[in-house]
T-cell receptor, first 121, second 114 residues
Framework: GAVVSQHPSWVICKSGTSVKIECRSL??????MFWYRQFPKQSLMLMAT?????????EQGVEKDKFLINHASLTLSTLTVTSAHPEDSSFYIC?????????????????FGPGTRLTVT | KNEVEQSPQNLTAQEGEFITINCSYS?????LHWLQQHPGGGIVSLFM???GKKKHGRLIATINIQEKHSSLHITASHPRDSAVYIC????????????????FGQGTILTVHP
């Protein structure tokens, strides 16, 4: 099946620094990738939708200047947490979407990355 | 009320038992996903359903579109099945096309004891 990788798998950084997380679709092209955040014992929360070659669409309450998303190619999206603070410590997960037409409906399959655990000290 | 509700929130079973996790949703969907998240955090996509039933090994997923309900069954459960199981609704707009965004249930924590 389709594989999505994330790098790094975990990172510890100091408060005030920036951290970049990469999401790659390894054996398929994804025009759309999603970035999620998950706090302990909570479900995934969609942060933003990343479309190749265009600006990301952020969910309400997510600061786009703090969480910079770049989708430079059909296989790579990056999330940069700028000026990280301890409250940004979380598990960040990306997913890559492929779609196809089925009659009048467009269906999508999403493949999830393994996640990146960010700890800001 | 959440748009996607799972039950139970916690489930403990003995090895070999048949397990059912339920998911109800209140929105129009184009598909429903079942995901598995292990303690390390990584998420695996188990099923994507738009109708009927799918089976993969010991896992079976069903969906009833009219009742807005889906179930995930695990036959002959094993300790390695211990994980969080999440259902996620892929939303459809009024026109019937899908944006592909997912709305997640709160997850069911499954623990299978040997």
């Amino acid at each position: 099946g389709a594989v999505v990788s994330q790098h790094p798998s975990w990172v510890i950084c100091k408060s005030g620094t920036s951290v970049k997380i990469e999401c790659r679709s390894l054996d398929f092209q994804a025009t759309t990738m999603f970035w999620y955040r998950q706090f302990p014992k909570q479900s995934l929360m969609l942060m933003a939708t990343s479309n190749e070659g265009s600006k990301a669409t952020y969910e309400q309450g997510v600061e786009k200047d703090k969480f910079l998303i770049n989708h430079a190619s059909l296989t790579l999206s990056t999330l940069t947490v700028t000026s990280a603070h301890p409250e940004d410590s979380s598990f960040y997960i990306c997913s890559a979407r492929v779609g196809w037409l089925g009659g009048y409906l467009r269906f999508y399959e999403q493949y999830f990355g393994p996640g990146t655990r960010l700890t800001v000290t | 009320k959440n748009e996607v509700e799972q039950s139970p929130q916690n489930l403990t079973a003995q090895e070999g038992e048949f397990i059912t996790i339920n998911c109800s949703y209140s929105v129009g969907i184009s598909a429903l996903h079942w995901l598995q998240q292990h303690p390390g955090g990584g998420i695996v996509s188990l099923f994507m359903l738009s109708s009927g039933k799918k089976k993969h090994g010991r896992l079976i997923a069903t969906i009833n579109i009219q009742e807005k309900h889906s179930s995930l069954h695990i036959t002959a459960s094993h300790p390695r099945d211990s994980a969080v199981y999440i259902c996620a609704a892929q939303l459809a707009n009024a026109g019937g096309t899908s944006y592909g965004k997912l709305t997640f249930g709160q997850g069911t924590i499954l623990t299978v004891h040997p």
